[in-house]
DNA sequence: GTCTATACACCGATAGAC
DNA sequence: GTCTATCGGTGTATAGAC
């Protein structure tokens, strides 16, 4: 079957890209003057619109959040799927590693995570399509820590407060910096005691 | 010595009052409309005022989040003075205590929460005095921790980070309910068992 | 001194010509 | 699809009546 990408006109792939070139201006606003410290008239000049032509492709600025919160959810989404223990690799090494790299995804890009995990934008809810990847994100999660050996849910809540307690803490209070990040591998050791998840072998430490 | 507020005139004294009207009118629109969904002229409105005349009592929107800001600080530390180990009470109990305190205390108000903790104002930066409130209690709270057993800084930051992971967790995804306020005993406990402070007494418990 | 009235620059959003 | 013109808002600020 033929992609249904190469059966689009000229002018649908061209109104495709202007529209993707909106998302990313708005992505570099958002990084540059904080995700509520732009209007549409400062990223229409951005992308050499006048502001009411961005109505031609997006209903209202909420519009455009909402694509960037499923981006942002699509992006976890890519890397979160190399995680998982690899044979022979022990749970807690697996589990470390995952938890590094969610931390790592999010405080590489505070506006990003601000958009998906904080609610900073008043009244922006996202639509059913874009809570739906985020859903998705979070089904994902908790079928790696279920592999992982966390198979109660009060289990899965405590790791989901703690771990997004160090990557708050870590984003609010010393951005740019390592003092929480440093405090990761202790509290999966922690947790992973907890749970009953056995320590790595001395070895392969 | 006789109290200064004694001493103010009728008109210094209702001033003080509009004042304060004011600030709670601003509490109670931000907690129905939100912390950012209100406007000075809808604010004036409710305290019977014409917009412009509330910068007869405050310089702009801002100084008026100031002293919210600063007394959400107040009140923490009004309840915060309560907590610490008791005559011959276990220090976990107290911890117990303590933690669940300061969790009810942001969880019973979330707007308070999201002045105090997050940065969900564009552009409000506390004043130096609203800011110097914030750290007293933060050294409180550092002072009581190393009351009951936590001296080294890591843990104090390893404890901040699953306080407010849990606390952030309960209002943004169970708002009023109790999913994961009942999961903080059972981490006092594993973060009590991980810096040594003793598990309690059977019989007290 | 405290108010009303008004102006400014900006915001998200819409109408309608081309 | 893109534009100009405009609408009803916003925070902010000042002039001037009383």
Redesign the pocket.
Known sequence: MIDMAEQRSL??R??DA?REGIVEAAWRLSRQEGL?G???????DEV????????????????IYDVMFRQGYEQLDDIASRWGPAPGEPHRRAFKVAAAGFMEFCTSDPTRYQLMFQRVIPEFVPSADAYSASVANYERFRALLGELGVTDDRELDLWTAISTGLTDQQISNDPGGQRWFRLLDRAVDIFCDHVGIPPEPEGQR
Chains 1, 2 share one sequence.
Do not use: M, N, Q
């Open positions: 002018a649908d061209r109104s202007t509520t732009w209007s549409l008239r400062r990223l229409a050499g619109l006048a502001a009411p032509s961005l109505y031609a492709y997006f209903d209202s600025k909420h519009a």
